[in-house]
């Protein structure tokens, strides 16, 4: 790949992307363009390969084999120019312990070269932008596990980065503060910020990604936007139902533009037509079912199999 | 990526930042710190000291009080620089994830193990010297050439910093320091003249002893302390900064591997 061929406002540009840990490849020879502005999703069951690739994107990781650009420097030799213009959002929070939420974020603006008195007015504002406001001088062991997600998040924004790496940013979180972080994702995505993120959480990638990819044993299984996955993975309607093999099967089996699905004791019909499963549905009043759109889970479930992972 | 680990460290001014945190952290912590690096030498000041000086007097036209004190300045700063290299970056880089979180920043391994490498001399030199004042206190210490002996704890830290940073990168628990504290650093104490002068050990045990930085850190702060002339000054700070050098490079190497993965 010459850099002549590159598109212009790719932030992250990646040819053969490959790790290999001794024998063992995690990430088999990936493709990926991540477009400038929006929100770009890596998504993939556990040990897929989706941390390893962020990690190689931030220099964490050095590369078996293959070229990476991100904002159109090269890694791993632009390392600090990129990590100057990059925010991080990692797994688990590591932020200092000995500091409070106020010192940790003067001190990671140390780090950036940025003079804590320069930066006051940026700390008062993502402190409010991330409702961490009433918390600043809190040591670590005084805030949850909400407060510490939102503080990492604060924290990667420390440097007005232009593009942001979150792994896995809801996850063990309530519900409440996941749509705190959600609409402050949307946000960032408005004001121009490229934002990559990894999650299992299918709903998530649904809500806040623009163009996603699924990989599943280091390998790009299929990429596109959530709706046009879902359009060209599985049928529109998708009906749940609850129970026994022996008494369901008889019962949504082979209707002509349907297929079904069975994990566990729930069986997943996919039609194209709503009708006919509805109809077969009226001849079996003991079976409770539930009737949904076709998600990006569905998509997921196709793709990467049933089989617990790990 | 095996050949990656072994290029020579280029850290920039920014490393100054790792010594920083440090730094900000250790005026947080500065009692237990403090309690733990002072209490130990202090105790064996006393105890030895006032003991063992009535039966001893002088030793090498040193009173023994004298001798003692400043054998243990030069104990206190290895153990200072060995402790924090060890358990304290080993935590950082662990349990806390606090060079993960670094990594994200423009700064790069090569300078977390320099900020590391100068923070430990830096912690050396700052938990001695209340030691040197007690000793000043207590009448060990007359003569102001003990000031001379500040800059070599600080030497000292840098000499000792870099094993300790390997060790870390080498650690799968807080056990494995056990092996390192047990072999090296207990017999350094012990044998490389804190308590008695190397002279009186046999002569093979003599060359292995002055093969380690110890001996080296006690034959500069002893005369400074004692108001003595200095023998071979250059000779034993050559080998002090020889193993800083030689340990910064090999901590550049090992912290590397561990953290670049």
């Not at chain 1, 972080?181 to 990559?196: D, F, V």
């Not at chain 2, 340990?247 to 670049?260: K, Q, T």
């Given at each position: ?10 932030v ?9 840990f ?33 990690r ?27 990590h ?29 070269g ?14 409010g ?5 009433d ?27 232009e ?10 979180l ?24 990894t ?12 163009q996603?990819?699924?990989?599943d044993r ?37 209707i ?6 069975t994990?566990?004791e ?26 949904r ?14 089989e617990?992972?790990? | 990526?095996?050949?990656?680990n ?12 790792i ?19 002072f209490?130990?030498?202090?105790i ?29 300045l030069a ?24 060079y993960?979180?670094i ?16 923070w430990?001399?830096?912690k ?6 209340p ?24 030497l ?5 910093a ?29 044998f490389?003249?804190v ?8 002569a ?58």
């Amino acid at each position: 790949m010459s850099l002549a061929s590159r598109p212009p406002d790719a932030v992250v540009l990646a040819r053969g992307l490959t790790k290999k840990f001794g024998e063992r490849t995690v990430v088999c020879g990936i493709d990926l363009t991540i477009p400038r502005g929006g929100c770009f999703g890596l998504l993939g069951p556990n040990g897929a390969g989706k941390t390893t690739t962020l990690r190689m994107i931030i220099g964490q990781s050095p590369m078996s084999g293959g070229t990476l650009s991100v904002l159109g420097l090269p890694m791993p030799d632009a390392v600090r120019e990129i990590h100057a213009r990059t925010g991080v959002v990692p797994q688990s929070d590591n932020q200092d312990p000995d500091f409070t939420v106020v010192e940790n974020l003067r001190m990671y603006a140390r780090y950036f070269g940025l003079r804590p008195a320069d930066v006051a007015g940026r700390i008062d504002e993502l402190l409010g932008f991330l409702e961490l406001s009433d918390r600043r001088d809190a040591r670590m062991r005084e805030l949850s596990g909400g407060m510490k997600r939102r503080l990492s998040i604060a924290r990667a924004l420390i440097n007005d980065p232009e593009f942001i790496m979150l792994d896995e940013p809801t996850t063990g979180l309530d519900p409440q503060v996941r749509h705190l972080i959600w609409t402050r994702l949307r946000q960032l995505k408005a004001s121009g910020k490229t934002l990559l993120l990894t999650t299992h959480y299918m709903d998530e990638a649904e809500r806040l990604c623009d163009q996603l990819v699924v990989i599943d044993r280091g390998r790009i299984v299929t990429q596109g936007s959530p709706r046009g996955l879902i359009s060209e993975h599985v049928e529109p309607h998708v009906i749940e139902v609850q129970g026994e093999a022996g008494s369901v099967v008889p019962v949504l089996g082979g209707i002509p533009g349907s297929r079904l699905l069975t994990v566990g004791e729930t069986h997943y019909c996919y039609a194209s037509e709503l009708g006919p499963v509805l109809a077969r549905l009226e001849g079996a009043p003991h079976l409770r079912y539930t009737h949904r759109t076709a998600n990006l889970e569905d998509v997921f479930l196709k793709l990467t199999g049933h089989e617990l992972r790990e | 990526m095996a050949y990656m680990n072994l290029v020579l460290p280029r850290p920039q001014i920014s490393a100054l930042k790792i010594w920083q945190r440090n730094l900000l952290v250790w005026r947080k912590l500065l009692g237990p710190s403090m309690a733990f690096s002072f209490g130990e030498p202090v105790i064996y000041l006393l105890g030895l000291g006032y003991g063992l000086g009535q039966f001893i007097g002088e030793v090498g036209g040193i009173p023994y009080f004298t001798f003692l004190a400043a054998g243990l300045l030069a104990a206190s700063a290895m153990n200072v620089a060995s402790f924090e290299g060890m358990f304290s970056v080993f935590t950082r880089m662990t349990h806390q994830q606090t060079y993960d979180a670094i990594l994200a920043t423009p700064l790069t391994v090569d300078d977390i193990v320099a900020g590391e490498m100068l923070w430990c001399a830096t912690k050396s030199l700052l938990n001695t010297l209340p030691i040197l004042v007690v000793a000043f206190l207590l009448g060990a210490i007359e003569n102001w050439s003990a000031l001379g002996a500040i800059p070599v704890f600080f030497l000292v830290g840098l000499c000792f910093a870099g094993p300790a940073l390997v060790m870390a990168a080498l650690a799968a628990s807080y056990d494995f320091f056990n092996y390192y504290t047990t072999l090296l650093i207990t017999p350094m104490f012990i044998f490389s003249g804190v308590f008695y002068p190397v002279a009186t050990l046999p002569a093979i045990a003599q060359v292995v002893v002055n093969i380690l930085p110890l001996s080296h850190a006690i034959a500069l702060i002893r005369p400074l302390v004692a108001g003595q002339p200095l023998v071979d000054p250059a000779l034993h700070v050559a080998v002090l900064v020889a193993y800083a050098a030689v340990g910064y490079v090999a901590a550049s190497v090992f912290i590397r591997r561990r953290l670049i993965r």
